[in-house]
């Protein structure tokens, strides 16, 4: 019997022994720099030629890892073990399965300041935010070995008294797992595992920028007991292998998490049915966010101007969750604006390696050119308050920047930017500030600042997005708390660290036996 499922408690760096146990994880990692990371397809090391070099987002010049790379062949060699391990895999029994995952939450929180110092290093995380991070890949560990355990025996239905009926849940076969670099650990792991305690096989393509800290998960995998071939480590172009594996006809599912653009690229293709296919492949899709926080004029103002500041900039609003746009009624505009501004220009900007540091780092050169092009648009679509400026001498620095008075149909208001750039918008009232608020393709969070309680009731029904906050940020979903996931042009809605995501990994069979 397992204890009751609780998330994992965040580290309180202000503790002595705490802060000095992380500096300890980043002297480790510091030990392992620039280590070499092999495929690994049914448990075989495999070496290529070809690398993908991962680097200190804070600091180009160091090198986190040298990852070997797949193409097509040793996408196709990984898709037969893959699949040919399924045979197997789909008869373990679920407790089993669920156990692997809490023997391998128990390991990563026994190394969890390690991996988080991995987070600083490879993807320019702030301790607090890689913490958060390394904290929610063990809630999906635990919180997934638990549903799984509440799944194994399908569900009930009715009998006859001649038959007797079951109703259980199967895998589906072989997933594709392709993941994004902002909550490398978290997001990679939960998809992984979530996948494999159902009972599929996959092939896990992890982004580009972060593949070290997938390296590291699958040690714990193994370490935890993991049969060969059941998770196989992939890492590769997006366009290449994942183009590949998308279209291959024994795909069974593709779980994705990432941007619009190339969610859509795989729903279409995944739709197609190539030769030899015989069955509709399931996707999966998390995308983008456009994501907004409402103040109402009867608000905590301080609340208010605080949450929109944590929500943009935490992480250098590298979240899909981030705030990027804040509509404010008109009455109180001026004074949450302000307010706003004198909190964002007291952030410290600079190396996520230290612990007071607020904002690090954007991914890479072609996130910081791009933020930088959405800064030089909001110049001319609104009045730059705070920030506005970049560095990308040593590692991709962007301030915090907010613009304010930007219409609601502006760029800014209307596209992901994905990094450390907020634009404020002046509401009629409330029933405004709200159509603004849904005035996008997207629909993943939002908050709303109120105390007003037939306006909390307004937003709970007209406010479209898949995780709506009132009177807080709208980033920082707990897993088993606050499911995750988002409506129209965010993705599938199939809600990560809920308690039917793990539905989406199996298919239902109907059993009838007569007596
Ligand atoms: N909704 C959510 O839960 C959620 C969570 C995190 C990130 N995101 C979104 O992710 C985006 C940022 O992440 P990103 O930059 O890694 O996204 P991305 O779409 O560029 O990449 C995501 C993954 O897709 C792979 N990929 C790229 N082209 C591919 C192709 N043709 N076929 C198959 N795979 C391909 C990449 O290599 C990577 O592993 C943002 O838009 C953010 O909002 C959404
Ligand atoms: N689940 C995270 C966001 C994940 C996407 O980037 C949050 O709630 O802030």
């Given at each position: 019997m397992t204890v009751a499922y609780k998330h994992e408690p965040f580290t309180d760096f202000t503790v002595e022994v705490d802060k000095l146990a992380f500096e300890a994880g980043l002297k480790k990692v510091e030990s392992y720099l620039g280590q070499e990371y092999p495929l690994i397809i049914g448990g075989e090391r495999i070496t290529t030629d070809d690398k993908i070099i991962s680097i200190n987002p804070a600091n180009k010049?160091?090198?986190?890892g040298r990852v070997s790379k797949a193409n097509r062949d040793l996408a196709e060699k990984a898709m037969q073990v893959a699949d040919a391990t399924f045979q197997t895999w789909r008869k373990s029994k679920p407790e089993m399965r669920a156990d692997i995952l809490f023997r391998a939450a128990a390991i990563v929180r026994r190394r969890k300041h390690e991996f988080s110092a991995i987070l600083v290093k490879?993807?320019?995380?702030p301790w607090k935010e890689a913490d958060a991070d390394t904290a929610e890949a063990i809630d999906f560990m635990e919180y997934y070995g638990r549903q799984m355990l509440k799944l194994k025996d399908g569900m009930p239905v009715e009998s006859r008294a001649i038959e007797y009926n079951r109703f259980s849940y199967i895998p589906l076969g072989v997933g594709v797992i392709i993941s994004p670099w902002n909550f490398p650990f978290a997001i990679m792991a939960g998809m992984t595992t979530a996948a494999v305690v159902s009972g599929n096989t996959v092939l896990l393509k992890p982004a580009s920028t972060t593949p070290v800290i997938a390296a590291k998960f699958i040690e714990v995998l193994e370490e935890a007991g993991l049969p060969a071939g059941v998770v196989n480590y992939i890492p590769g172009s997006g366009a290449e292998v994942g183009d590949y594996l998308v279209d291959h006809?024994?795909?069974?599912f593709i779980s994705f998490t990432g941007s619009k653009e190339v969610g859509i690229r795989i729903n279409e293709r995944a739709a197609k049915v190539n030769p030899g296919q015989i069955w509709l492949k399931r996707v999966i899709a998390e995308m983008g966010g456009k994501d907004t926080i409402v103040v109402d004029r009867e608000a905590d103002l301080e609340l208010a101007a605080q949450s929109i500041v944590a929500s943009a900039f935490g992480?250098?609003?590298?979240?899909?969750?981030?705030?990027?746009r804040a509509v404010i009624v008109g009455d109180v505009y001026d004074q949450v604006l302000a307010r706003a501004v004198e909190l964002t220009k007291s952030l410290p900007v600079g190396?996520?390696?230290?612990?007071?540091?607020?904002t690090g780092p954007v991914i890479d050169q072609s996130a910081f050119n791009k933020i930088m092009e959405y800064v030089e648009i909001g110049k001319q679509e609104g009045r730059l308050m705070a920030g506005g400026e970049g560095d990308d001498a040593k590692g991709y620095f962007i301030q915090p920047t907010i613009f304010a008075d930007?219409?609601?149909?502006a760029r800014l208001m209307q596209e992901?930017?994905?990094?450390p750039v907020v634009a404020f918008c002046k509401a009629r009232n409330f029933d405004h500030a709200i159509d603004i608020a849904n005035n996008t393709e997207y629909g993943l969070t939002g908050a709303v600042i109120t105390n007003n309680r037939a306006h909390i009731e307004k937003a709970r029904e007209?406010?479209?997005?898949g995780n709506l906050y009132f009177n807080r940020g709208c980033t920082g979903a707990i897993v088993g708390y606050q499911p995750f996931g988002g409506f129209n042009m965010s993705g599938?809605?199939?809600?990560?660290?809920?308690?039917?995501?793990?539905l989406l990994h199996m298919q239902a069979k109907t059993t009838s036996e007569t007596l």
């Open positions: 010049a160091e090198v986190i490879e993807a320019g995380k006809p024994r795909t069974r992480f250098s609003g590298q979240k899909c969750s981030a705030c990027s190396s996520p390696e230290e612990q007071g540091t607020y930007v219409a609601e149909d992901e930017i994905f990094g007209d406010f479209h997005v599938t809605d199939s809600k990560a660290g809920g308690p039917d995501y793990l």
